[in-house]
C-alpha cells in the first residue's frame, strides 16, 4: 500500500532561516505529488504540486520543491521563512490508479520573530 | 469565487445517535472526497465520488458510515450508532475532475464531531 512519510514532526526556525521538510513516499509507479499548508485556525491549503516534467516545482509564498524519483522523495523548501510561515505542513500523494490522496503525519513549523 | 463549504462546523453528540455531515463542493467540480483527520491516525481518505457514483469507498471504517451524493453537487456523510472513536474533524474536498491537470483537491473548513 502506498504511505508517505513526513520525517520531522516539530521544526522551529528563526525568520530569515532556511527550510527543508523532508517527504518520502512508497510506491513504484507514477504518482502525483503535494505540499498543503494548514494555518492556525484555517482550512487545508495547497502549496504546490508536481505531476511530470520539470522536478523543481514552484508554489505559493515563495515555496519549492524537488522530486527525487531515485530516492522517492519530495522534500519541500523555502530560502527565508517569516513569522507567516507558522503553520502545519502536509505531504501527500496520489497514484495515478486511484484518485485518494495519501497524507504524511505532518510537520508542524514554528517560526520565531 | 465560493469555496468549499462544509455544515455544521461543530456537532456534539452522544454515543449511539446517528449524525449527518454535509458538503457543498465548488461549483462545476465533478469529483468530491470526504476525509477525517484525528489526532491518532492523522489525515484519511474515506470517500470519493465522481458525479453521483463512488467508485472508491475503501477508505470507509465500518458499515456505519455511508455518504451519497446528489445532482452531482451537494454530499451528505452519514454515521450511524457513533461511537467516542468518530470523533475527529470530517473535511470534504473537490476537484474539477479526475486527470492529474484537473485532480488538485480544494479543502473545505471541516466539521468538527465530537461523541460523548
Known amino acids: 500500500a502506498q504511505s508517505v512519510s513526513q520525517h520531522n514532526h516539530h521544526v522551529i526556525l528563526s525568520e530569515a532561516a532556511s527550510l527543508e521538510l523532508g517527504c518520502n513516499y512508497s510506491y513504484g509507479g507514477t504518482v502525483n505529488l503535494f505540499w498543503y499548508v494548514q494555518y492556525p485556525g484555517q482550512h487545508l491549503q495547497l502549496l504546490l504540486k508536481y505531476f511530470s516534467g520539470d522536478p523543481l516545482v514552484k508554489g505559493i509564498k515563495g515555496f519549492e520543491a524537488e522530486f527525487i524519483k531515485s530516492k522517492f522523495s519530495f522534500n519541500l523548501r523555502k530560502p527565508s521563512v517569516q513569522w507567516s510561515d507558522t503553520a502545519e505542513y502536509f505531504c501527500?500523494?496520489?497514484?495515478?490508479?486511484?484518485?485518494?490522496?495519501?497524507f504524511g503525519s505532518g510537520t508542524r513549523l514554528q517560526v520565531q520573530p | 469565487g465560493a469555496g468549499v463549504s462544509q455544515s455544521p462546523s461543530n456537532k456534539v453528540t452522544e454515543k449511539g445517535k446517528d449524525v449527518e455531515l454535509r458538503c457543498d463542493p465548488i461549483s462545476g467540480h465533478t469529483a468530491l472526497y470526504w476525509y477525517r483527520q484525528s489526532l491518532g491516525q492523522g489525515l484519511e481518505f474515506l470517500i470519493y465520488f465522481q458525479g453521483n457514483s463512488a467508485p472508491d469507498k475503501s477508505g470507509l471504517p465500518s458499515d456505519r458510515f455511508s455518504a451519497e451524493r446528489t445532482g452531482g453537487s451537494v454530499s451528505t456523510l452519514t454515521i450511524q450508532r457513533t461511537q467516542q472513536e468518530d470523533s475527529a474533524v470530517y473535511l470534504c474536498?473537490?476537484?474539477?475532475?479526475?486527470?492529474?491537470?484537473?485532480?488538485?483537491?480544494?479543502f473545505g473548513p471541516g466539521t468538527r464531531l465530537t461523541v460523548l
Open positions: 501527500a500523494a496520489m497514484d495515478t490508479g486511484r484518485r485518494a490522496l495519501t
Open positions: 474536498a473537490s476537484s474539477k475532475g479526475a486527470t492529474p491537470a484537473y485532480n488538485e483537491q480544494f
